[in-house]
């Protein structure tokens, strides 16, 4: 088991390369060239990202490749329509999709949080099936099924009560900070219940 100081450090890059610069510069350019121009310069940015990566042979992030490639779909969906709302809407319904697949999968019998976990944390059969650790996944996966729709009706709500701007510093201020909260418990938590019934680090390697 990694620590998480170790995760963090491989995952940040990935997640300032396909999701923060990209947010980041659309800001700049909604304030120097309106929307359109923004829509534009966050594209650009993220499609220049892969085609540097692909110019000097380096991987491309799976985050880097989905966030370009749902950009683009948003963009184009916006531009049939010539809405601004259209594309802050299309993440909005996105999440409102997400709360419903991690709620959904806890009676399917495959929480969908053990399966995000081990993209992250490869564990072996023996760990997750464990009745404790199989209990966590599910409670926790319920926990980011509210995380979820919270965050869904939030924006929601924002989006069509507040300007675009007041729209976007509040989303993504909130969304931040509940899914920031939500990744302290979720780590908190499974640490306690390892380490309440004995499941090592050590053992589960």
């Known amino acids: 088991m990694p620590k998480l100081r170790t995760m963090a450090r491989h995952a940040l890059p990935h997640v300032v390369e396909g999701t923060v610069l990209p947010i980041g510069i659309f800001y700049l350019a909604l304030w120097l060239a309106g929307f359109w121009g923004a829509v534009a310069a966050s594209l650009a940015f993220s499609w220049a990202a892969i085609g540097f990566r692909l110019g000097t042979r380096r991987p491309i992030p799976g985050l880097l490749l989905v966030g370009s490639l749902g950009l683009t779909v948003r963009a184009a969906v916006a531009l049939l329509n010539n ?4 594309y802050f809407l299309q993440p909005t319904l996105g999440t409102f999709a997400l709360a419903a697949a991690f709620l959904f999968s806890v009676p399917a019998g495959r929480p969908l949080a053990a399966k995000l ?26 926990l980011w099924a509210g995380v979820q729709l919270a965050n869904a009706a939030l924006a929601l709500w924002l989006l069509l009560n507040e300007p675009i701007t007041v729209f976007l510093a509040l989303k993504t201020g909130l969304t931040a900070l509940t899914m920031g909260g939500a990744i302290v418990v979720s780590t908190f938590w499974f640490r306690v219940v390892v380490r309440r019934h004995g499941l090592a680090p050590a053992q589960a390697g």
């Open 83 to 86: 809405s601004p709302f259209v």
């Open 117 to 142: 976990a081990a993209d992250f944390l490869p564990m072996p059969d023996w760990f997750g099936d464990h009745p404790a650790i199989r209990r966590f996944f599910i409670r926790i996966t319920i």
